[in-house]
């Protein structure tokens, strides 16, 4: 399967940078054009193929989200047409991949909400019996549902380096050092925030067959100080995404999300360093099925 790498090239707004898998430009001085490709990240380094569709099945997935969620938190969306923020040359480009977003200052920190022990959190409890250095009830197994969500922040690694999970008396701290002041009351209230978002979305994933094992939220605020919800949210790249039907404990559960990706790479000989190696076609065509059918699961809409 030969899938070419969708690689946004608008000229007529100044590129701000790109990501692992968001193209960045600037709208003005207080807006943001988020152009979402079909990149795909795992372990940190972008593998060579992309996934066809990733970008739009993320973007609309987004935001529905935004939309369900919206009396919760303010968000970054500004509900302008992204089409009409770029030369009509530039519209393909944009045309179901995209967002303007307002530009805000983002939290130094990570947010991320377990529901279920399993990845870095089932390895930190094994060792410590702890995630981020809240104690969980011993016995617990691979996949274990918790008694209730927990917050268990993490760092916002450089480019090439891995997120480190931290208690959150560290989140709050390096809140405090990076927003001034008001730092150590915002990251609880994006604790807070975190919690009820992820509360409300696993309760409606469940009813349809889906359970949000975990998730990683971003906040931000803006020139006011008001928090918001930012970056992407509760998308299959964000998320841990498991079929209800297939879901036991003491397994690593079969997921709608990249985490079959990243099963795949483990059975290689890579030490996931750049350059990643090539996916087989039926692994770019499972990944592509998988990340529709959540979004169809959720939104009884299809990409």
């Keep these: 399967m030969n899938v070419p790498l969708f690689e946004s ?3 007529s707004l100044p590129l701000l940078g790109r990501g692992k898998v968001r193209d960045i430009y600037a709208v003005g001085s207080d807006k943001l054009l988020i152009v979402t490709s079909d990149r795909l990240s795992a372990f940190d380094v972008i593998l060579p193929d992309p996934i066809p569709d990733k970008g739009r099945v993320l973007t609309a997935m987004a935001g529905f989200w935004f939309a369900r969620l919206g009396h919760i938190l303010p968000n970054q969306l500004t509900g302008i047409e992204p089409e009409t923020v770029v030369e009509a040359d530039e519209r393909e480009q944009v045309r179901g991949r995209a967002l303007v977003a307002k530009r805000l200052k983002p939290l130094p920190i ?18 410590s019996g702890a995630i981020c250095g809240i104690p969980l009830p011993p016995g617990l197994r691979q996949a274990a549902k918790l008694p209730q969500p927990i917050f268990t922040p993490a760092t916002k690694a450089d480019a090439g380096e891995h997120d480190e999970n931290v208690t959150f008396a560290r989140a709050r701290a390096l809140c405090a050092e990076q927003i001034g002041p008001r730092g150590a009351a915002l990251a609880e209230q994006a ?3 975190a919690i ?8 409606y994933a469940a009813e349809r067959g889906i359970l949000i094992a975990d998730t990683k939220f971003e906040f931000g605020i803006d020139a006011a100080g008001v928090l918001h919800l930012i970056d992407e949210v509760l ?17 690593s559960p079969p997921s709608f999300d990249k985490q079959y990706v990243r099963d795949y790479l483990e059975t290689l000989d890579w030490n996931k360093q750049a350059p990643a190696p090539r996916l087989p076609e039926e692994v770019i065509a499972r990944t592509a099925d998988k990340y529709r059918e959540a979004y169809a699961r959720l939104t009884d809409k299809r990409i």
């Design 9 to 11: 090239s608008i000229k």
């Design 110 to 127: 990570e947010a991320v909400v377990r529901g279920y022990v399993i990845g870095s959190g089932w390895k930190d409890y094994q060792t």
């Design 196 to 203: 009820a978002l992820y509360s409300e979305a696993a309760r």
């Design 235 to 251: 998308t299959p790249d964000s998320s841990r995404f498991w079929p209800q039907s297939e879901y036991r404990e003491g397994i």
């Design 191 to 193: 604790r807070d925030a």
